[in-house]
């Protein structure tokens, strides 16, 4: 889900949303704008989720470094938009971005969030890993 930032949903949240659609008459329809890149039939097939309709705000593909990797430097996953924001840090994020922009990473300003696309070379990965492992190793002193 992506509400604000990615928030992964609560257990049971899905099975219990589709039983309340189908008690109520309500159609449900999946956008897998962000998550499709979850691999061949989305976020959807891979957690086996039944949507009267899927829909795709935007088509790309992906390679799978799970196609979006958000990173979020907290000592817990947030479970809602609430403690997203709690857990970001614009000092933390602006290092990030710095940091890495001075190994030629790029990734977005507004997630920390990284994207992969056909062209992403093992190169690539292997840059923005070291660069990433190395902010973190700089943190902790």
């Known amino acids: 889900m992506t509400n604000f930032g990615f928030i992964p949903p609560q257990p049971g949240f899905h099975d219990a949303l589709r039983q309340l659609t189908r008690e ?14 979850s691999g061949p039939g989305g976020y959807t097939r891979e957690h086996g989720l039944t949507p009267d309709m899927f829909v795709v705000g935007m088509a790309w593909h992906a390679m799978r470094v799970g196609a979006r990797v958000e990173l979020i430097l907290s000592e817990q996953k ?20 710095l ?35 190395r902010f973190l190793s700089d943190l902790q002193g």
């Open 99 to 133: 940091h890495l922009m001075n190994r030629g990473v790029l990734i977005t300003p507004f997630h920390n969030m990284t994207l992969c696309c056909p062209a992403t070379t093992a190169a690539d990965i292997d840059a923005f890993d070291s660069g990433f492992q």
């Open 24 to 37: 109520t008459g309500t159609v449900l329809i999946i956008d897998e704008t962000h998550t499709l890149s």
């Open 78 to 97: 947030p479970r809602d938009a609430t403690q997203y924001r709690r857990t970001r840090d614009p000092e933390i994020d602006a290092l990030l971005h």
